[in-house]
Structures are given as C-alpha cells and as structure tokens.
C-alpha cells in the first residue's frame, strides 16, 4: 500500500528535519528509512520550489513483506530552485560520496544506479495461468518506474521466439535478459546463451533476471531465499525489487548442471533447476492440463496419485559422494563404459528422484537447507517406497527442509548417472519434458549470472 509523507517549509527546515547517516535516513522523528530499502529518488523544480521525492520498499514489521513508501519534501523559499535542489542533493550526496558512490547529477531525476544499458525483458503471456502481462503492469512496473530501470519489453509470440532473441541479441547492445516467467523459459534462455557460437562470452556478458509469473517459480523461490528476500505472498515484488536492486559488479554466479543422454552427448542440455523422474516427474507433465489453477496443479495430481498409490519405479542411481576428496569433474564416461569405482551405486525402487541445483522445487517445497547458488553440487532427493503415512508425513516435512525417517534422503553429489529400470514414464528437465531413458550430469559451477541483490550495501537512493 502506497503512504505518501510530506515535510514542507523552508530549505533550512526542511534540511533540518532531515537527518542523514550512512545506514539511512529519517525526517521529522520519523523512523529510519534505510538506503538499502530505497530504490530511487527523483527529483523536480519549477519556479521556486523543489520536490525530492525518494522511493522505499521497506519491510512490514510484522508480515516481512516489503511495501511501498514515498517520502515526500517539498521546499520553496528560494530565489532559485535550481539552488534549492542542489542543497538537498548534496546532502545525500556528501554520504553516498563518502561511501565511494558516483556523484550525482544535480538535475533532473537521479536513479539510484546509473544502468550503461537497458535490459531486454522476455514475457511470456502464457505462462502460469495466462496473466503474466496483467502482473507485470500491477507489480512490476511500478517498481521499475520507481528505480528508472531501463528496460525493453518483448511480449513473446512462441518458444522459438524467445530462443531466436536470446540467440541474436548482441551481447554489448543490453545490460541483461529478464524473463517474465516461469522456470521454464528460464532454461530456454540459458540453454539458448549456451548454445551461441559466442558462448562464454554471452553468459559473461549477459546475465539473466527472473520475475516469477510461472506456475513452480522454483528458480526465483531458490534465490530469493538464499538471499534471506523470500516472501510467499509477495515473490513478483520481492524478485522485482531484488532486480532493481542488483549492483553489475555483484552478480550471483549460478550453478548450471550438464546433462547428456545417450542421445546427445556431443550436444548437452543444459540445467539450472532439475532432472526429475518418477512421481516428481509424473506429477509435473501430467498436471500441464491444469495450468489454468497455477501452482495448485501440483498439489491436485499428487493428492490424486497418492489417493491411487503411487507408482514405483525400478532403477539405478550412481553418484560421485561430495565429500572433500572428491574435487569438480568436467566430464562423464560414455553410457556404455561403467562409472568409476569411486561412485556410489544403488539399485532399488524409487516413488521419485529429483537431482536438484535449487532449494526449491516449487514455492511451497523446499527440501535443501544448505544451498548455495554455485556449490557445484547436485542434491539427489530420493523417495523410496513406503506406507501412505509414511510418505505424507515425510513429504511434508522435506517442503519445509525436514528429513524425517528413511524413506526420504537428499544427497550431496558432485555427479549422477540415472538409469530407469522400468519402462514408460516421464523424465523433466527443468520442469520441461525430455527424453525417457538413461541420464547423466555434472556441474559447471558459477557457469550464469543473475541480475539480483538483497545484499545491498547502505548508501544513498539518490548516489548509488
Ligand atoms: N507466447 C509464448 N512465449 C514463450 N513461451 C510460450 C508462449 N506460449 C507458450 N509458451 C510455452 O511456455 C513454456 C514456458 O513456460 P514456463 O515454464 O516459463 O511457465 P510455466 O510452465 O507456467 O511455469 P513453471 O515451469 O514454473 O510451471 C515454453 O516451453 C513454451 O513452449
């Protein structure tokens, strides 16, 4: 909810009122409104008075959600408005300054980063339940108007769109790719990055945002998270905020795992998220016919499963342990020689394996309480079968990191081999189908950049 405070008077008053320090700002005995939840200030003259108006996004006390605040001073009593806004400027100024941020200019508005480029943003008007441009305009781009984020809006027409922008754009023309989406056109874009004859140079030069407007959002749930910004009712905010808060010399370096099929192993796919097979798997292709109900889809088809019984799977799981002795590998055996010696192999039925680079398989499940975005580890979240209770309650313990019992464990591996034993089924990549069959991957570590901060240093709106 929007709350617009105002201070007027005199420059002498109004400046008195304010009180500067390098963790924030308050005025008239207010409380402290602090530069790391500031966004942007703008500022503006005509005749004799100046208004600075400063946007912040601080948090509720109580819900933790952020919301919107605009501070508000109006200043006359000057000969010169131009004199009356450069006093008000240098004020912020002076702290930012002493915090080594870029000067500001003294006229017109002053974002709170001074962005080379603007970025390319890719919505998908399809993805979730069809409203993404709706949230866009409603959470987004206020946000963005806020903190004069420069950006160029595409409304995608298909996937092949989305994969010809990310593959063309020249890497020097944009500051970023943002994807209004789902998690899964997040895995387009990436692979697409990666699939560019200038590859390394792209995913150096271009790094990737994400607004959740999908059904899973486990990308955006993940990093939120790790950067202590997660709020469930208010995810397209907070990732918007994170956005407009990014600093381009601060990146999160990300993860991205390399996954080869029989099939592809001079052409691998590429993954941030997961391979999935089994009820995890099952649950996520099956479900598309639901779309329109949004993440509730996922906890349809599992009720209807586990009301069913839930199907068991054979199948052979390898890994190389995590364990300090094991360094980063960057590349696998061929399918037809076996894994080392030095992997672990385990033949059994699964309900589900989920080799997962995120905490998070959705918003509401989040089964990794160590993760960290470019570990170079995969979690291999593994379901063995068991009675009706004792998967409920074991599943609804792991959404929220508890790992009760033994037929739930998540293990830390620094690469898999998976074979199915039994045939016919789905297997996702990234939440998007693949082929069914034997799979395996590694671990490029730190591989993407993200376009998010929540570890924003405390300077000035106005002098970041
Ligand atoms: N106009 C479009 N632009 C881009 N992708 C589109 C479009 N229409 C349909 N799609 C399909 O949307 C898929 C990507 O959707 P995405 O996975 O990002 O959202 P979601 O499925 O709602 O989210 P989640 O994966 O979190 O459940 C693509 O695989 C693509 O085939």
Redo the contacts with the bound molecule.
Sequence with gaps: MASVDSSSGDVNNGLAKLSISTAGFSYAGSELIRWSDTVGCHCERSRSVCSLTVFAYPRHRRSGKRERRVIRWQIGGFQDAKECQLHLLAALKSVGNSAGAPPVEPDGPCPSVTWPKPCLI????????GK?YDLFLRHVNPILADADFPYQLV?????D??RELSTSVPIDSVSGIV?V????????VVNSLLNRPDAEAAVRSIPIGVV????????VSSLLNYLGEFHPDNLIQHAALSLVKHRPDSLINLDVGVIQTPTNTDRPLHCVLSVTWGLIADV?AES?RF?IL??A??GLLLTKKCLAGIKRYRGRLSYLPADPANQLIDSLPNFDQPVPTSWTVLERDFYTIGALLMSHL?EDFCPVTDWQPDDGLWRLFCVYPCSRSQFLRGFTGAAKGRLEGDSIEVIRARAFRLEPLTPGGHMMI???PMSYGPVQGWVMPGKVRVLMSGKCQDMPAGDK
């Excluded at 959740?212 to 990308?219: E, K, M, T």
């Design positions: 890719l919505l998908n008007p399809r993805s979730g339940s993404a409304v995608t027409r298909s996937l769109h989305v994807i989406s789902g998690d899964g056109l997040v895995y387009e959740p407007a999908g059904s899973g959002n486990a990308v996520d598309e779309r949004g993440g889809r996922f959705a990234d939440g998007e």
